[in-house]
């Protein structure tokens, strides 16, 4: 299509619809769920575990964070580990960060031979939706780049209980549109014809989140 048919076209558009107004959209659908943040948080984990992730409580505190995070990496014998700026600033400087634990902190410059270097992943979160067990990354200093969540074969997420709402539609009104999300439903999963079930084939075979509430 040339440019001036292209905007013709458009011009027609416009003619047609100059002046209407969009007809108003119903909203049936649940905006909220009625339910106290302990049994949101409760929810959460019991939905995750449905799809196969791990689940560790700790208590929401940068301390204990950082220790529950360090005693993971020790207990798995994790090598190195990449993270997000705001993460290992605050939740990999201390114990995590020692001799036994290599962290690398991503500065953007990552490739995805990097990244595939390193054993895990730590990041935070800018939610997660109890309903639907879900946990939402969108990019920020805690979350960090898509590729380092994506590459690495184990992640462990921190999710605050702040963070937990009931449903997507809470989520959506949070979430700011513009950034780069990520929705992650448990790990990384597929199936082929005959359903046999192969992890870690579109992102990370184990997913780890500390729920911090």
Request: proline fraction near 6%; glycine fraction near 8%; aromatic fraction near 2%.
């Amino acid at each position: 299509m040339t440019g001036s048919a292209r905007e013709e076209i458009l011009s027609r558009v416009r003619a047609a619809v100059a002046g209407a107004e969009a007809p108003a959209v119903p909203r049936g659908y649940r905006r909220e769920v009625e339910a106290s943040a302990s049994q949101l948080l409760e929810l959460l984990a019991d939905r995750l575990r449905d799809y196969r992730a791990e689940v560790v409580p700790v208590p929401d505190d940068d301390a204990a964070i950082a220790q529950v995070l360090a005693d993971q990496l020790t207990e798995r014998g994790l090598r190195s580990v990449v993270a997000p700026q705001a993460v290992a600033r605050a939740w990999l400087a201390g114990p995590a960060g020692g001799e036994a634990v290599q962290v690398v902190v991503d500065d953007g410059t990552l490739t995805w031979q990097d990244l595939d270097g390193v054993d895990a992943v730590v990041t935070g979160a800018a939610l997660a939706i109890a309903e639907t067990g879900v946990v939402v990354l969108d990019g920020d200093a805690w979350c960090g780049r898509r590729a380092v969540s994506l590459v690495p074969d184990l992640h462990l997420c921190v999710v605050r209980g702040r963070q937990v709402v009931g449903l997507p539609t809470e989520a959506v009104s949070r979430l700011q549109p513009t950034r780069p999300q990520t929705w992650i439903a448990g790990p990384s999963a597929t199936s082929d014809i005959e359903l046999d079930r192969v992890e870690g084939v579109h992102g990370p075979r184990t997913l780890v989140v500390l729920l911090a509430g």
